[in-house]
């Protein structure tokens, strides 16, 4: 005891820096974690179990919820318009998330933003030229030359076509990374020609890795999925009468010898993306899209009202509740279960504490103030957040693991990035220091007078 006095007479003594006094207090965590070694195993499982539990699910909800273009969702719409019978309308009814065919290249030709294009889903079967390889089937995108620098997509060989091959039904073709190296052993392929079913096509470009998350161009086909192996001139696509994938929805009759896909039919089954880099060009591009719905109802086409909408990258994953409700729930309950183990945590720090009654009245009059004694117990439970965030850390990695083997789209996306690795810790220790907040201001409302009468 005469030893811990002379320390704490002369640490308390001193008018010390800062850092050094947090270091004295840190090594006094450590000889105290040493002497009550179940108390601290406790303490550190409870923060442990309730970290690993919430940065788990909230791993996963960040990957869901975020931007899937930091540097270009400001500039990025998609409208919305309804070609829909007025039967069955009700009054604030959200158009289709779609357009009709008719629509979306109306909209590209009147080229009213910096850039646009309209796109769909699809599916081609490749007939891989190396030898031993089978026929296989891929995903593909059928879309318009905008889409490359819109989206500011990452090219390793070669880039995207332009407008002219659009309008000239281009047989070009750009493809991935991925299936660049099963086809071709990852050279550069540009050039080089691409079966799929009866017809070739020359690679203009090979995609560099880019996996956008959310798949924020087209919901309907996958939200989390993979990218599209393939990238076709949309105008080609459909001259040469290619198998489309994706979700469509007819809203009326079909007239005789018009198909699906047709200019003429009335079906929603496309999406379309422009770029509008000023809130100038937003407000005169939901203008021209008014007046363009207001022409439609003139020539009988269009009849409800209020069916035009221009929503940014973000809003349009808000509206469409990109993150699944089960993820919402398991983030709530996870947070939940993390307060049960900080109230654990509570009343454990409480009795550590005020079983040093003896020792903290002995600081309080060798001069240490209340302020002093407070700190002192913050830096111990913050100490325990430490540890608790280091196993904290293996429960999560454990918890992901665990995400990724179930059968959803979205769990081989379940990995922890530098920025929840930061978070794991930030949380631990805030979450430790705020259960130590009573605790630690009980310890230092400890008489030194009663203490020492006590001795």
């Known amino acids: 005891m005469a030893r811990n006095a002379n320390i704490g007479s002369s640490m308390f003594g001193n008018n010390m820096l800062g850092s050094s006094m947090f270091a004295y207090y840190f090594d006094l965590a450590l000889r105290s974690f040493r002497r009550n070694k179940a108390l601290t195993a406790l303490m550190v499982l409870a923060i442990a179990l309730g970290i690993g539990a919430s940065m788990t699910t909230l791993t996963v909800f960040h990957v869901l919820s975020g931007d899937p273009l930091p540097a270009r969702s400001s500039v990025l719409f998609t409208p919305q318009l309804d070609p829909q019978p007025i039967d069955g309308y009700h009054a604030g009814e959200e158009p289709p998330d779609q357009l009709t065919r008719m629509d979306a290249e109306a909209l590209l030709h009147a080229r009213r933003g910096d850039r646009q294009a309209l796109m769909t889903g699809g599916n081609v079967a490749v007939l891989p030229q190396r030898q031993g390889m089978t026929p296989f089937n891929s995903d593909a995108r059928y879309t318009s030359a905008d889409f490359f620098p819109m989206f500011a997509t990452p090219f390793l060989f070669g880039n995207g076509w332009d407008a002219a091959a659009d309008d000239g039904r281009a047989r070009v073709a750009v493809i991935t990374t991925e299936l660049n190296d099963k086809l071709f052993g990852g050279g550069n392929s540009v050039g080089k020609t691409l079966r799929l079913g009866d017809n070739d096509f020359r690679i203009v470009g090979v995609l560099a890795k880019w996996r956008p998350t959310p798949h924020f161009y087209d919901l309907n086909t996958s939200q989390f999925g993979a990218l599209e192996q393939v990238f076709l001139p949309f105008s080609t696509a459909m001259d040469l009468n290619l198998d489309r994938s994706g979700s469509m929805n007819c809203y009326d009759q079909r007239p005789d010898g018009v198909h699906d896909t047709d200019v003429a039919a009335p079906c929603e089954w496309m999406q379309f993306w422009v770029e509008l880099d000023s809130a100038k060009k937003v407000g005169d591009y939901k203008a021209f899209l008014d007046n363009y719905a207001d022409q439609q109802r003139a020539a009988g086409r269009f009849h409800r ?23 919402h729930l398991q983030t709530w309950l996870a947070f939940a279960f993390l307060l049960v183990c900080l109230v654990n945590t509570v009343g454990l720090l409480l009795a550590k504490f005020l079983r040093r009654s003896t020792e903290i009245g002995v600081r309080r009059a060798l ?4 302020r002093q004694i407070f700190a002192q117990c913050l830096v111990e439970a913050g100490t325990v957040g430490l540890a608790g965030a280091v196993l904290g850390l293996g429960l999560a990695m454990l918890g992901l693991w665990a995400v990724r083997q179930q059968p959803v789209e979205y769990a081989d996306l379940a990995h922890l990035d530098p ?18 907040l009573l605790p630690a201001w009980r310890a230092c409302q400890v008489s030194p007078a009663i203490q020492l009468k006590s001795q």
């Open 367 to 370: 001069g240490a103030s209340r």
């Open 305 to 327: 009202p209020d069916g035009v909408r221009l929503r940014g990258l973000m809003e349009w994953l808000d509206f469409k509740e990109v993150v699944p409700g089960d993820v």
């Open 419 to 436: 920025l929840m690795l930061l978070a794991t810790f930030a949380l631990a220790i805030a979450a430790s220091v705020l259960a130590g």
